[in-house]
């Protein structure tokens, strides 16, 4: 049998130790046993119930062939014995990082209009590599077009890309080496609500898939290939995922489907962190972007409420301004060589309810895009 030992400042959780009274311990040791290296289960019992022991404020870090499980609040580590290091292998090749220079090479999904489009003219205007894509090819070939007329025909590709297909994020991958050979930032801005707002007992079957599939499987699938491309780069790379309503927990009716699913992306960034944090990979990281209430079609699509239209003219702004924000802090952080996770956010609660405030106290913002009744 091999033995785990355990040390912790920290508050130790009953479910760990399973005797109620050592909760209240401050400073606790403890032993776990597992079964032999050699027994076949040791491997699934710890990938698979690692954060059932060592819930998530821990994280594991390997350090001198052990790994480390860091309680992030006290930063108090607990060890485990190399034996079990084969248990988190890296499936993904991480190479010693070099130095990111400008232009940055950026490929940005569902980019021929609203934010995406937006964004993708700022990272231009700002001298970078743009590659857009979306699932209409009609939509890139004018939108590559209309873009090269302005910042030439050297710095902008499309291609056409269904990020719910395997298949085409694949190709889109490929499509990135070819043209530009390597992708320094890939944001993942592609989603859809299906330009459906109501109650999800009336939701169509057709409607709930087309969310479900575009927002969380084809976010997965995107992140999934960007990481591996990253990953093989020298430079590596820098993965932005757009949130969106709901992101925050708080409740989205007559949309509840698009907000769960927007929900997921904050889990999906936070698990993805762990994960390359887990597999010692230092030179990719997923970051969290969000643009607020931005005017495009997706969100005029809902303004039928009396509700909607008070806080679409109160919070929302067009997306050259959001862009226009967004674009230098997320170039900030590749001109810092950070890699640290980040959360950039354009409405911020404060600015939010200074906006909500001013409107009530002096009738700011009212009738801005929508006549209010």
């Known amino acids: ?53 060592f819930p998530s404020p821990f994280s594991p870090h390997k350090f001198n062939n052990t790994y480390t499980f860091t309680n992030l609040a006290s930063r108090q580590n607990i060890c485990m014995p190399k034996a079990f290091s084969a248990s988190f292998t890296n499936p993904i090749v991480s190479l010693n990082r070099e130095p990111m220079n ?15 489009y937006a964004l993708a003219r700022e990272f231009l205007k700002a001298g970078d590599n743009v590659l857009i894509c979306s699932r209409s090819r009609e939509r890139v070939e004018t939108s590559v077009q209309s873009l090269r007329e302005e910042f030439g025909e050297h710095h902008v590709w499309g291609t056409k890309c269904d990020v719910k297909s395997g298949e085409d994020v694949k190709n889109l991958v490929s499509f990135a080496q070819e043209k530009l050979k390597y992708i320094d930032i890939w944001i993942n801005n592609a989603g859809s609500n299906a330009y459906s707002y109501k109650p999800l007992a009336e939701a169509s079957d057709e409607d709930l ?42 409740p989205t009716p007559r949309f509840a ?12 960034t936070k698990s993805l962190q762990a994960e390359l944090q887990m597999q010692d990979v230092k030179n990719v990281m997923v970051h969290n972007l969000s643009p607020g209430m931005v005017t495009t079609d997706l969100l005029m699509s809902g303004a039928n409420t009396k509700q909607a239209k008070f806080f679409i003219n109160v919070l929302a702004e067009p997306p050259e301004v959001v862009a226009e924000y967004l674009v230098p802090n997320i170039r900030s952080i590749l001109a810092n060589g950070s890699m640290k996770p980040t959360y950039i956010r354009f409405l911020t609660g404060f600015k939010a309810y200074s906006q909500i405030f001013s409107r009530f106290a002096f009738g700011a913002r009212r009738n801005r895009y929508i006549l209010e009744d």
């Open 102 to 116: 400008t232009p940055y090479n950026v490929l940005i999904t569902g980019s021929t209009k609203g934010i995406g």
């Open 257 to 268: 489907a698009y907000g769960a699913t927007k929900r997921s992306v904050v889990h999906l």
């Open 209 to 250: 898939i087309e969310m479900v599939t575009t927002n969380t499987l084809g976010l997965m699938i995107c992140c999934r290939e960007a990481m591996k491309m990253m990953a093989s780069q020298p430079r590596g790379g820098h993965i932005f995922n757009i949130d969106g309503a709901g992101s925050d927990g708080r």
């Open 1 to 53: 049998m091999n033995q785990l030992l355990l040390v912790s400042s920290h508050q130790c959780p009953a479910s760990i130790f399973h005797h109620p009274s050592m909760a209240a311990t401050t400073t606790a040791t403890c032993s776990f046993h597992f079964p032999s290296p050699s027994h076949s289960s040791h491997s699934h019992f710890l990938t698979n119930n690692y954060s059932q022991l």
